[in-house]
T-cell receptor, first 115, second 114 residues
């Protein structure tokens, strides 16, 4: 049963620290998404990649967030410096997009708390 | 920009009753409309989806209807059970789906009381 794997599952850090979240998408999926979930905003798209190339990162605060996909088995989301308002659950999802949108497979999420 | 509105934000029903959640979308190019279920502390998982060439789709106790002219779609759960309690998200693909990007509604917290 193929799954999207995310690390860490939980992270507590202090304001100003760097945070890196990692995601291993399902093998064979060509599209990887980063979503942020909060009570107020629901699921917000931060960035996504097709065949490792960034397609859209307009949902991401550029001054402190960066997303990369160094190889097909790893996507990263980095926050530097972190702020309390970044506290949320960050989900990675992957999917196989060919002729149109289809099912996204979500990881278990990384719960970030910035004190 | 493109938007998906979802109502209600919370819904409480008695076990055995039906539950209906409604969504409207703004992007007329949207063609794909999935519904995700997220149990407490878990990841969202697809439960049913519909494409614009179909008006209704059913899978056991759940069904989705789509009115593309009015730009709205709905999730129907019949004979609800306590294990249906979760947050449900509707979504629509952006820009015709060529990118695979989904815009999500803000979710409906469904509580099924035994």
């Amino acid at each position: 049963d193929a799954r999207v794997t995310q690390t860490p599952r939980d992270k507590v850090t202090e304001m100003g620290q760097e945070v890196t979240m990692r995601c291993q998408p399902i093998l064979g999926h060509n599209t990887v998404f980063w979503y942020r979930q909060t009570m107020m905003q629901g699921l917000e798209l931060l960035a996504y990649f097709r065949n490792r190339a960034p397609l859209d990162d307009s949902g991401m605060p550029k001054d402190r967030f960066s997303a990369e996909m160094p190889d097909a088995t790893l996507a990263t989301l980095k926050i530097q410096p972190s702020e309390p308002r970044d506290s949320a659950v960050y989900f990675c999802a992957s999917g196989l997009v060919r002729s149109g949108a289809g099912e996204l497979f979500f990881g278990e999420g990384s719960r970030l708390t910035v004190l | 920009g493109e938007n998906v509105e979802q109502h209600p934000s919370t819904l409480s029903v008695q076990e055995g009753d039906s539950a209906v959640i409604k969504c409207t979308y703004s992007d007329s190019a949207s063609n794909y409309f999935p519904w995700y279920k997220q149990e407490l502390g878990k990841r969202p998982q697809l439960i049913i989806d519909i494409r614009s060439n179909v008006g209704e789709k059913k899978d056991q106790r759940i069904a989705v209807t789509l009115n593309k002219t009015a730009k709205h779609f709905s999730l129907h759960i019949t004979e609800t059970q306590p294990e249906d309690s979760a947050v449900y998200f509707c979504a629509a693909d952006k820009g015709g789906g060529s990118q695979g990007n989904l815009i999500f509604g803000k979710g409906t917290k469904l509580s099924v009381k035994p």
